[in-house]
């Protein structure tokens, strides 16, 4: 058994765990340890764990590990994913259920996976209820998560963000550091090719996990990382909202974290400016 990666630094940030690493395959492969730890021991107590995977380039070290982790009984564990756009071909290779079947499901072969649907927008509302049912049949045990360059967790950009949403799952209108991000990550080729909505998880949903363990590497979410740790818990960050859930650990690597605590924004060509955010507090 691989020995377990040991942090730079950890800290607390309000009641948020904070695990930094000196690079991002360190990071990604002590988040996996992680979460591959707890469905263990989440499976020696009960029947079933019940886990949603974010679907990016950010999570595919921790995704990786988990291909690898041994003594997990993965015909137990039923899977989730967080966000899909609407819109795309079933057999597109940027939906996110394309990412997951390559990088784990088909892998680990999961007992249940729930994919979203969000192919036909004349069906979006139904799809909403649908799979809103799926999560509410039993409690979340696990999300593993990542942070855009925006602040958002999903797809709940900070337009749109509501931490008190009463939904469980809603369409969402992407904004455009989201759509950027995804050019930014090799997913589309040009700004214009990015889908304008998709369906998410919302805020709340995600929240309701056990659980919650996510990986934040690279200097491009350095920015929004900084916002999530130190600005107000506010929709304007909606990732600043993991500090208000009891059991989160979030993994960044050394370029993505410091340990200051003004705000810093990069721009289109990498640079950082100091920026204040609209506060909104949770």
């Known amino acids: 058994m691989r020995t377990h990666e040991s942090p730079l630094d950890a800290q607390r940030q309000d009641i948020l765990q904070v695990q930094v690493y000196e690079e991002r395959g360190q990071m990604g492969r002590a988040a996996g340890d992680m979460v591959a730890d707890q469905m ?7 029947r079933e764990v019940r886990i949603v995977f974010a679907a990016a380039p950010s999570q595919n070290e921790l995704l990786h590990t988990l291909t690898e982790a041994d003594g997990i009984d993965w015909s137990r564990v039923t899977a989730f994913h967080m966000d899909e756009y609407i819109g795309l071909a079933p057999d597109a290779p940027q939906r996110f259920s394309r990412y997951l079947r390559d990088r784990l499901f088909d892998i680990v072969q999961p ?14 509302e139904a799809e909403c209820l649908r799979y ?3 999560l509410c049949e039993a409690p979340l045990d696990i999300v593993c998560f990542g942070i855009g360059e925006n ?10 963000a509501d931490f008190h949403d009463p939904m469980l799952v809603k369409p969402v209108a992407l904004d455009e550091a989201c759509r950027r991000q995804q050019v ?16 998410t998880l919302t805020i709340p949903a995600l929240l309701s996990a056990r659980y ?11 920015a929004a990382l900084e916002q999530t740790l130190y600005g107000p818990i506010a929709s304007a960050c909606p990732a600043s909202a993991l500090r208000t859930h009891e059991c989160c650990i979030l993994f960044a690597d ?4 410091s340990s200051s605590s003004p705000i810093d ?3 289109s060509a990498g640079n950082v400016h100091t920026t204040q955010m609209e506060e909104e507090v949770l």
């Open 111 to 124: 007992g249940r996976v729930h994919f979203i649907g969000a192919e036909n927008a004349a069906l979006i």
């Open 151 to 160: 602040g958002h967790l999903a797809f709940n950009d900070p337009p749109v």
């Open 40 to 46: 263990r021991r989440l499976l020696s107590e009960q």
């Open 254 to 257: 050394a370029e993505a974290f």
């Open 212 to 222: 919650m363990y996510g990986a934040v590497p690279g200097l491009r979410k350095r």
């Open 184 to 199: 930014n990550d090799g997913c589309f080729a040009t700004f214009a090719d990015v889908p304008t909505h998709a369906l």
């Open 265 to 267: 924004e990069l721009d």
């Open 132 to 134: 809103a049912e799926l």
